[in-house]
C-alpha cells in the first residue's frame, strides 16, 4: 500500500484521501487519533515487586534488561541447527552459565538456610 493523506478540507466538506491509489473520491473515515488505555499492574517474575501501567513496564524493563514478551512476537526460534558454535565451545559455554548460577545462587541458598 502506498503511502496517503487523510484530508479534512475547512469547508466542512467530507474528507478524502490523497497521494494513494485511492483517490478514486472514497470518503476518508472520521475517526481520529486511537487513544490506548495504560498497561494493568503486574508482579514481576524477576524480583516480585508490583509495577504499573507504561511507565512501570519500562522501569522493569530497563532495571532488569529484560524485554516485554510482546516484543518477541514474530521473531524466529532458535532451532538446533540455528547454533553454529562447535561441541567445545558449546560446553564451554554451558560450563560458563553453570558456574555463574552457580555462584550467584549459592549466597542466596546460604543466607535463608543457614543463617
Excluded: W
Excluded at 89 to 94: F, Y
Amino acid at each position: 500500500m502506498s503511502r496517503y493523506t487523510i484530508v479534512y478540507p475547512s469547508d466542512g466538506s467530507p474528507s478524502y484521501y490523497k497521494g494513494s491509489d485511492r483517490e478514486d473520491g472514497t470518503v476518508a473515515s472520521a475517526a481520529g487519533p486511537t487513544i490506548m488505555p495504560d498497561l494493568p499492574d503486574f508482579v514481576s517474575s524477576v524480583d516480585g515487586k508490583v509495577y504499573s501501567g507504561r511507565a512501570g513496564m519500562r522501569d522493569h524493563c530497563a532495571r532488569h534488561n529484560v524485554v516485554p514478551v510482546e516484543e518477541l512476537r514474530g521473531l524466529p526460534f532458535l532451532t538446533s541447527t540455528s547454533d553454529q558454535r562447535s561441541s567445545e565451545q558449546r560446553r564451554a559455554d554451558a560450563e560458563t552459565r553453570k558456574r555463574t548460577i552457580i555462584n550467584e545462587v549459592d549466597p542466596i541458598y546460604r543466607k535463608h538456610n543457614h543463617g
